[in-house]
């Protein structure tokens, strides 16, 4: 199957012994499976030292690419098998190979947020050069962000190796922080953020909540939320607006908890809009004023939304405030059609 070899199915899963038994009987080490990966680099990614030693011991191309055009130092990288970057860098390995759209070993350790593997490259060599990348940026052009090395550190969500980057000379300028805290895999990469580009932290924040709270990466707005960086209230106010429409009750929570205020209460007739109930318990969990639950109300009667309208009510939602014959009559039959369904 995909070219696949009994030795190279050996050399997978890293039996050594098995390899050496095949290799004796006549198995080609050299033979590669339909996306043109070797016994290297199957080996690699196991992290089979032994394997890997026998392997280079019988002279395989530490240069030749496999899946989306990687060598066997792109899998020891993204892998963090830090052991075998060094046997394969001692042979030679390009340690600024490009893979498919460019990607380098650094990169892909970055990205699966490898610590270890990110400072044993840059003691190595490794170069975070990406200037011209970051002057396309400011220049609001459009750039690929799976080549910035502080954004793919913030994606594998080691602060570790973020810090290690960027004192090994990776650019923390403002488009770069930005998308780096809209990445942002934890708590942890976003107080390494401030930590390392403090003059720009605050500007890259405000523009980070949307995208934070749309996406439901509630550790990192979390994090955001409590460095107590001074933040726009009309900012804080979408991101609150855009957690209730896209159903993300924990960054609903964390918003309203670090104090945020729903003043246009946008944010609730989302959540009702779009028969959020979820995001609904936390705004009434935290107290409505009664002139915006019959506001609600009216909206969730209109729209027949009989689950919403009974929260509501049971929340002290005035129904003679909106057309209590109708709101009771649709709960009513709410409450019967479940009866009916558990029967």
């Known amino acids: 199957m995909n070219g696949f070899t009994p030795m190279m199915t050996a050399a997978s899963h890293g039996h050594a012994h098995l390899v050496r038994l095949l290799m004796e009987k006549g ?184 995208a934070l709270a749309t996406d439901g990466n509630t550790p990192a707005l979390t994090a955001v939320l409590a460095t107590r960086v001074e933040l726009s209230k009309e900012r804080l106010a979408s991101a609150l607006k855009a957690a209730a429409k896209h159903n993300r009750a924990d960054c609903v929570a964390a918003l309203l908890d670090a104090g945020v205020a729903d003043e246009k209460h946008e944010g609730l007739l989302e959540a009702v809009k779009n028969r959020h109930t979820t995001c609904l318990a936390e705004f009434l969990r935290r107290g409505i004023p009664d002139d915006q639950k019959v506001k609600a109300l009216t909206v969730a009667r209109e729209t027949s939304q009989v689950e919403v309208m009974r929260m509501l009510v049971e929340s002290g939602a005035n129904p003679f405030a909106v057309d209590s014959k109708d709101v009771w009559g649709l709960i009513r039959r709410f409450q019967e059609q479940k009866m009916l369904a558990i029967a």
């Open 27 to 210: 198995a080609d080490p050299h033979h590669i499976d339909s996306e043109h990966n070797s016994a290297l680099h199957l080996a690699t990614i196991n992290g089979s030292r032994e394997v890997v030693q026998l392997l280079l011991e019988k002279g395989l191309d530490v240069q030749a690419k496999g899946t989306h055009g990687r060598t066997a130092l792109h899998d020891a990288a993204g892998f963090g098998h830090v052991e075998l970057i060094d046997m394969l860098l001692a042979k030679e390995s390009d340690i600024s190979a490009l893979a498919d759209n460019e990607i380098t070993p650094l990169l892909l350790a970055a990205k699966a947020g490898h610590a270890n593997a990110v400072e044993i490259l840059l003691a190595r060599g490794a170069s975070v050069q990406e200037q011209g990348l970051i002057e396309r940026m400011a220049g609001g052009c459009d750039v690929d962000e799976e080549k910035i090395h502080l954004v793919q550190a913030a994606k594998g969500g080691s602060a570790r190796a973020l810090k290690a980057l960027f004192f090994g000379g990776a650019t923390a300028q403002p488009p770069v922080t930005r998308m780096a805290l809209k990445r942002a895999l934890n708590a942890e990469v976003v107080w390494a953020l401030m930590d390392i580009d403090p003059d720009n932290f605050r500007s890259a924040a405000e523009d980070a909540l949307l």
